[in-house]
């Protein structure tokens, strides 16, 4: 194999290098976001379901008058 062969190999090597660490950073952030997602309608959920516990019991108060 001659020296510009090489070169040319290791330079494609470093481009493939290059777009696996974009593809890992752009990976990473999308994870990012989709957990402080996940973790904003965990929270919504949560304080739904407290809410409508709430009501029942206010319901409930209100049947027993």
């Known amino acids: 194999m001659s020296v510009s062969k090489l070169e040319s190999k290791i330079d494609e090597l470093i481009a493939l290098c290059d777009e696996f660490q974009r593809t890992e950073s752009n990976l990473e952030a999308g994870r990012d976001k ?8 965990l929270e919504k959920n ?5 809410r409508i516990e709430a009501m029942i019991t206010r319901l409930k108060s209100l049947g027993q008058d």
């Open 34 to 41: 989709w957990l402080e997602e996940r973790n904003q309608l």
């Open 46 to 50: 949560n304080l739904m379901k407290l």
